[in-house]
């Protein structure tokens, strides 16, 4: 039976990075976050943990229901790791995935309420509104299947069709191993993303390959599956037999659950805020975090 993770470092964590070849790892303290650095390179690893190759980097800290200062720390880090990946010119398309009415996987369509978008104001037009400098952006929530019949690597790629994107920076919810995770965990990758993957209804992939251009994916672990919480509740107890005697049962039971913390709500609005700020850093280099939010407000 295998236990679901959307993040890399949940599925590396059993791995000594220091005997394996075709992948790294490299860990470092920022502004008093932990970001972690993974690179995937070989196609044997990628298949081992369950990801594909390519880089992916996760920044923690803690629970955003808990702690919310320093945030002009967190959105800056974030923002240095989403340039790092995001190394192209020419127009970015953000697209926040998710059902803004189910709140924990809320946090795509969340994010695309902060996000600058500029692809409609041309270069004479920067300096007439005394913005110049201002890099293209274009941002959409295509909602999901269930309220518009379309795949949204449809919408998505049709679009794309017209705009022509050099990037294009997808988020959505993800789902964690760990309760401890949800909420407190920024992944950023430059794999793509499976759409509806936090909450357990994956869709087709977003990557380059189907879309035709670099693929950057954000997401925060927002739910963990059910089954992988009995399996994270029964290997820390103590009785070990007496809880695995009850294991039959709780699987069938907990099958198709999937668990949120009672905070979601604050974890949402919160970690949409770091993300959306971080991104809007992140693509407009020649304006402060000051400037940005002044403009999105």
Known sequence: MSFRTDLALESTDKLDFSSLQGIKQKIN???GL????IKVED???AKQIGKPVGTYVTVEFLSLSK???NLDEKIETVAKEIQKLVQNDGLKFVVGLGNSSITPD???????????ATRHIKNNANNSVNLPNLKPVAALAPGVLGQTGIEVSEIICSICKDIKPSTILVIDALAARELYRLGSTIQISDTGILPGSGVGNKRSAINKETMGV???SIGVPTVVDGLTLVKSIT???ENIEKINNF???LNKDVKSMIVTPREIDILIERAANIISMAINLALQPYYSLEDLKFLVS
Request: neutral net charge; proline residues 9%.
């Open 235 to 237: 290997d820390n107890h």
């Open 106 to 116: 809320a946090l795509g369509p969340k994010v695309i309420e902060s996000i600058f």
């Open 214 to 216: 670099p693929v950057i």
């Open 43 to 45: 196609g044997k690893i």
């Open 67 to 69: 702690e919310y200062d």
């Open 247 to 249: 294991k039959p049962r």
């Open 34 to 37: 932990t970001v972690t650095e």
């Open 29 to 31: 303290k920022i502004s």
